[in-house]
């Protein structure tokens, strides 16, 4: 099966701003159609990195590519490849609706016997049409960051670029905008930078973790979790003689360790905390192992890590190795 073509390309990207280093030698791909969440803490460099690539800041070396089109020598035809909602987007409060999106559509060069049909599809996709009369400075967050993700996607470029799009929305609102973005997939390439860890997990099909203005991580969630955690657990709820609990472990797979046992309860039952690195599902061996030594099992369920766990373990792991101590010089013999 042949790769999907590349619609971002980022080689060894660099951006200093007066001797400190934002962005440090960054480099990643992202295939079209793709959608990839852009993670990383504060200050680490994401939207320095999304800002350059909108051709909005220059590098200060290395090479970003659109569509095949270097945005430093190209930067006309780029804004016209790209959507872009940055964090706070900045909506003309005294316009309506549907003013602003004619407004916007006329500036992205569509023409005007196509303008019309096309603000009625996007209202339609955004859930707008019921506000595309509405004064923008009157909508709720909500519909003024809906009112953004429409604007982006308004000229169907093939790729789109958002900035926290779901910072300060309701739960309802967030459901509402991850559907949204979703329905881009496959038919264009989305990169979004967010702090909400969980929606980045349902939405993205690939994550970049960004710390000190590096790249410390990248895949998908499924193999970062693999990659960087490492293991899964198994939350029991059993009585039986716990020390018989080893060789039911080591009997059902060598991978297989106690990491935690509680005090039984008044009822004979107490909590047990089993930790693996296999990716295969051991509950069905593991329970029938328990019962056939003839433990009571009253609960077992597998908990695997999420993508808050990957992303502090990544991030933690970068700046450990920063204030880690160079390795002493050995002094030469004699």
């Known amino acids: 099966m042949s ?59 290395g090479s970003v590519k659109i569509c095949g089109l270097p945005v430093a020598t190209q930067p006309d035809e780029i804004k016209r490849r790209i959507g872009y909602m940055p964090e706070n987007n900045p909506l003309p409060e005294d316009m309506r609706v549907s003013e602003y999106m004619y407004f ?13 049909p096309r603000i009625d599809e996007v209202l339609e996709v955004c ?57 881009l997939r496959g038919r264009m390439t989305v990169i979004i930078s967010s702090h909400i860890l969980p929606e980045i997990e349902v939405t993205c099909d690939r994550v970049l973790i960004i710390n000190q203005g590096r790249v410390v991580a990248q895949g998908t969630p499924a193999q970062l979790r693999r990659e960087i955690v490492g293991h899964s ?40 905390t089993v930790t693996t690195d296999h990716d295969d599902e051991l509950g069905e061996p593991l329970l029938a192992a328990l019962l056939a030594r003839g433990f009571r099992v009253r609960a077992l369920s597998r908990e695997n890590p999420t993508l808050e766990d990957v992303f502090l373990a990544a991030t933690r792991r970068s700046w450990d190795a920063v204030a880690a101590p160079p390795p002493k010089a050995e002094k030469p013999a004699g």
Do not use: C, W
């Not at 916007?104 to 019309?116: A, V």
């Open 3 to 61: 790769e999907l073509p590349t619609a971002i390309e980022v080689s060894h990207l660099v951006k200093s701003y007066g001797g400190i280093t934002a962005v440090n030698d960054i480099s990643f791909t992202v295939a079209r159609g793709e959608i990839v969440g852009f993670l990383g803490p504060n200050g680490a460099g994401k939207s320095t990195t999304m800002r350059i690539l909108t051709g909005y800041l220059p590098a200060t070396s």
């Open 104 to 116: 916007r559509g006329r500036l992205k060069e569509i023409p005007r016997r196509k303008l019309g």
């Open 127 to 183: 859930d707008l049409k019921r506000v595309r009369h509405k004064i923008i400075g009157h909508l709720s967050k909500g519909y003024r960051q809906r009112v953004g993700i429409a604007e982006a996607i308004l000229a169907e470029p093939p790729v789109i670029i958002m900035d926290e799009p779901t910072i300060g929305l309701d739960p309802h609102q967030i459901l509402i905008v991850r559907d949204l973005i979703a329905s």
């Open 233 to 272: 657990s198994y939350q029991l709820e059993l009585s039986g003689d716990a020390t018989a609990l080893p060789s039911v472990l080591a009997g059902v797979s060598e991978t297989l360790h106690r990491t935690a046992i509680g005090d039984p309860g008044a009822d004979g039952f107490r909590r047990v």
